[in-house]
């Protein structure tokens, strides 16, 4: 017990004295710099002192917190970067890797003139790759529609008369065309102006079918429609695919109906924007792809 009363003795003691510390006030003086006369007067202790100094630390978080969330200064934290910044970020970059594709083949043009003006051979082909298109990000799946359609197809023509005819007596109606890409037609067939396609405007990187089986006879890049692939149908159908990306078939592949054998793009001069310029030939004779397709 003496022990105990001892101990207790000294803990109050420490803590009278710590009282004493906290309840000693202080006097804090301005005076003038010139006439040394006080100008003015501050009294406090430690424990108002503590207080008030926490409540400014507590204010001044506040205040810089309010000022990064509903100011444009939290677009120079990294991790309070805007989404449509990003965006526009992605976007730039691409406009500037084909700004400088676009250069590259118009010096390759302009040095090619100057081949045939000094009477040297040009170089016949002139290819850029488009960086923009990541080949290898491109997967070619059936989709669920598009099993639906082929199995509704099937079905039909099971009990289709036309279907079992002579395949020599058959006409255009019992071709089952598939839609080359999925996009919004910009362009219409106008034979008066001598434009002898459908211009359909696509999502980038979308893949362009084969309208018919076929053969691929051309596949090769002009200046004027950039990138073309061409394909040889049954019926002496021919069907033209213009201003791609990228081809994915050569000359001489066969391919299905409805089968990828290129990417929707922007090249060649004559382009104004990433489309497909898609024409429709019979005997050498131009038709109106809208008669047959239903874009």
Partial sequence: MP???????????????????LKQKYRLIFYNHESYEPTATMVFNRIQ????????IVAIFILV???????????????YTSSKLQQEIIRNAIRVDSLENELLMQEEYLANIRSIISGKTPVQKVSVADTSVRMNDIVFTKSKHDSLLRKQIEEEEKFNVSSIEPKQ??????LHFFLPVKGMITSRYNAAEK????????????????????????????????Y???????????????????????????VK?????????NSGELSTGPHLHFELWHNGIPLNPENYIVF
């Avoid at 022990?3 to 510390?21: G, P, V």
């Avoid at 007596?169 to 019992?174: D, L, P, T, V």
């Avoid at 076929?214 to 200046?223: M, N, Q």
């Fill in 228 to 254: 073309v692939i061409q394909v040889q149908h049954s019926n002496n159908l021919v069907s033209m695919y213009k201003h791609c990306s990228a081809l994915l078939k050569r000359v001489g592949d066969k």
């Fill in 49 to 56: 002192l503590f207080v008030f100094g926490g409540l400014g």
């Fill in 3 to 21: 022990i105990l009363n001892r101990t207790l003795m000294q803990f109050k003691e420490l803590w009278e004295k710590l009282k004493a510390k």
């Fill in 195 to 226: 434009h002898y396609a459908v211009d359909l405007a696509a999502a980038p990187n979308e893949p362009i079918l084969s309208v018919l089986d076929g053969t691929v006879t051309v596949s090769d890049w002009t200046i004027n429609t950039g």
């Fill in 65 to 79: 917190s309010l000022i990064l969330i509903f100011t444009p200064l939290k677009a120079y934290l990294p991790a």
């Fill in 257 to 265: 109906a409805g089968e990828p054998i290129a990417i929707i793009g």
């Fill in 169 to 174: 007596n058959k006409g255009f109606s019992s």
